[in-house]
């Protein structure tokens, strides 16, 4: 790894915000002096309503976090009004239809009178400060406005991805006891209408607190309607006042949940709050992004994830920038509609996934040497390992060998940025994150809990708290301990494994534990196996990762049918829906293999080692298989696996 090839910081990155000696120093000042560091971040990214008198106190065995105590602001003010002096005409949001004949800027004069507006409404229809309010939006700029509403009356959003099925919307809301839901009555991505607001009827079906949803008129169609529930978002929000004072929060005061994954089958209510949440997003998006006065920037991730919301709107707006958001997808009308859409709005800045690169990637360059890209300076990745050729192909091809790529590894309990590159501070490795974020302090460790020096391979911890670290699990505090306290006691588990070469560069090899990340969406097998097994004729159910060429990983599914059940020509078809209607598209199994048995060690649990093994037909390196109850069945497994494409 440390023979990657080695791309030096550019020309024309030298007066970035962060040089290389800048990097050092401040680095060091962060870790030895964490307080007097985030003291005087806080106070140049941040407007307070009140000062604090602590800036950290935190202990990792009970799994607590609190920065900036006793200090008090208001997030949609430091988003929005603090910026109307200078910048009551500059373009906050750049919102780009589907269709390429639609775009809308929207001011942040605009923006102001938006999310009052329906701050308002949301005050008129009962929402007080800590109520949670679901947002289930399609990418419209609705969705920004709902998020900041929320923050500014101190209400606290939980996003559901509008991908997500009637039964995964269901049991966020239930989870978090949201009352009030905003929709739209469909989604359109890629010219094709999701039925967003059928999918919020069902979902409330099981939700009989909910006593108002709001719905966006996107598409028109006619969708049924439950009066008193029901509220038209126009009709409803244009008759509010565009005044509405936001309200002082304590730092520590809850901004959002956001479900995510974990190793169960019960997605986790991830909570963060206030300020250390909001001055992360705000330095990570300056620093990592180089972020320069009157630039346009583009993250092509959904609200609906935890990119979506750090920087598509609380990084970037905290910044007084100017934010992309894209309704559709990079294939349509044809693979060219990214390149298109950065010469279109001359987007400066363009932050993607990896799975998108390599999509992009594999319809030919083509489409995108038909551009110019002129405008861009910087290209930016997230949400799974980059394979070496895909960053070669992204920064030749799209970046034209003159935009440094930063590629940055974080989490939804993270919040922001924890390891990246800074364009101008650092030379770049493809494939490797490389190095800590300000305040960031890393570990690997073997097995036994001991940390490794120097270079070597383990699992990544972080060693002390940072700004916008996770606070809780909403309404299950046991299970943050639990999940990323216990394995290692004073340390902070990501669950991913590392490599650190011998130049300090980390490389993250990917998840340790039973998370899949199927196109840089986090899943649990666990969510997946509970799917299956839902159907009558499925006794027991296995689900792994294998390596998918564009997705990064497929899902692979073993599933052992009842006894006197039939395989059918249906039955996978079946099964395919039954995962669809669980959790949603995205869980969309890609191999299911009939297992006549699975391979449990004697005290009965899955081998889920060998059924990896099997799945990425590496079937020469099953290891031990004498600790099995049965080993017979590996043998039918592997047989089998082999008339599978
Ligand atoms: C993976 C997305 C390698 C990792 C922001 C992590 C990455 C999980 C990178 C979190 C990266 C994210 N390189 N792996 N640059 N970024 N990951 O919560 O396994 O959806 O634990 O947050 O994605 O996924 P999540």
New binding site residues.
């Given amino acids: 790894m440390s023979k990657a090839p080695l791309y030096k910081v550019p020309e024309n990155f030298r007066d970035a915000h962060i040089t290389p000696q800048k990097y050092q120093e401040m680095y060091q000042r962060s870790i030895d002096d964490p307080s007097a560091f985030w003291a005087d971040m806080a106070t140049d990214f941040l407007d307070w309503d009140q000062t604090w008198s602590r800036v950290v106190d935190y202990n990792f065995c009970k799994g607590q976090a609190q920065w900036f105590n006793d200090a008090e602001l208001n997030v949609s003010y430091n988003c929005i009004d603090r910026h109307l002096p200078k910048r009551a005409n500059q373009t906050a949001f750049i919102w780009e239809g589907d269709d390429p004949d639609y775009s809308v800027s929207i001011s942040y004069a605009e923006l102001k009178d938006e999310v009052c507006k329906l701050a308002n409404a949301l005050k008129a229809r009962g929402v007080m400060k800590g109520d949670r309010v679901c947002i289930y939006l399609p990418m419209i700029p609705q969705a920004a406005y709902a998020m900041l509403a929320c923050t500014r009356i101190g209400a606290v959003h939980s996003v559901v991805f509008g991908g997500f099925s009637p039964e995964a919307l269901k049991d966020r809301i239930l989870d978090a006891d949201c009352r009030v839901v905003i929709t739209a009555d469909e989604s359109t991505r890629g010219g094709k209408n999701t039925p967003l607001k059928i999918n919020v009827d069902k979902a409330l079906e099981g939700c009989p607190d909910v006593h108002t949803c709001f719905v966006v008129k996107n598409t028109q169609k006619d969708i049924p309607w439950v009066e008193e529930r029901d509220l038209c978002y126009y009709d409803t929000v244009n008759w509010m006042s565009n005044d509405c004072p936001p309200v002082s929060m304590a730092a520590e005061d809850p901004l959002f949940i956001l479900y ?1 994954s974990g190793s169960t089958g019960k997605p986790k209510g991830v909570l963060h709050t206030t300020a250390g949440y909001l001055l992360q997003a705000a330095m990570t998006f300056k620093y990592t992004f180089d972020y320069q006065e009157g630039e346009v920037y583009w993250c092509t991730a959904d609200v609906g ?3 979506g919301h750090s920087y598509i709107v609380y990084g970037p707006l905290c910044n007084g920038a100017t934010s992309l958001m894209f309704e559709g997808v990079p294939t349509y009308p044809d693979a060219g509609r990214c390149w298109e859409i950065i010469d279109k709005h001359q987007v400066n800045i363009f932050y993607t996934a990896p799975t998108a690169i390599r999509a992009l990637q594999a319809q030919g360059d083509e489409f995108v040497v038909r551009s110019s890209r002129s405008s861009l300076r910087l290209l930016g ?6 394979n070496p050729e895909a960053w070669e192909w992204y920064y030749h091809v799209v970046g034209e060998a003159r935009c440094p790529i930063v ?7 993270t919040g922001t940025h924890m390891i990246t590159a800074l364009p101008g501070a650092t030379d770049l490795k493809p494939g490797s ?1 490389s190095f800590p974020f300000f305040g960031v302090q890393l570990a690997l460790l073997n097995e036994d809990g001991s940390e490794i020096d120097g270079a070597g391979s383990g699992y990544l911890v972080v060693k002390s708290s940072w700004p916008s670290q996770i606070r809780t699990i909403y309404g299950d505090h046991q299970r943050l301990i639990d999940t990323y306290f216990s394995h290692y006691k004073g340390y902070y588990f ?3 494994g590392a490599t650190r070469d011998e130049d300090g560069y980390y490389w ?1 090899t ?2 340790v534990d039973d998370v899949l ?1 199927v196109s840089g969406h ?1 899943m649990g097998t666990a969510e997946v196996e509970s799917a299956l097994v839902l159907h009558q004729k499925v006794a027991e159910a296995a689900v792994v990762g294998f390596p998918h060429e564009i997705k990064g990983q497929g899902i692979y599914c073993y599933v052992t049918l009842m006894d006197n059940a039939e395989v059918d020509e249906n039955l996978r078809a079946e099964l395919i829906a039954l995962c669809n209607k669980e959790i949603g598209p995205i869980a969309k199994p890609d191999i299911i293999q009939w297992a006549p048995g699975l391979p449990k060690t004697r005290s009965g649990k899955i081998m889920r080692r060998i059924l990896r093994k099997i799945a990425e037909s590496d079937v020469d390196a099953l290891g031990d298989i004498t600790t099995l109850a049965d080993p017979s069945v590996v043998e039918v497994l592997v047989k089998d696996r082999l008339s599978i494409n």
């Fill in positions: 995510t994830w935890v990119t990745t997230v949400g799974e390992p980059i590629d940055t590894w974080w989490q939804t309990e994150a990501t669950g991913d993250i990917g998840r990340n986090r």
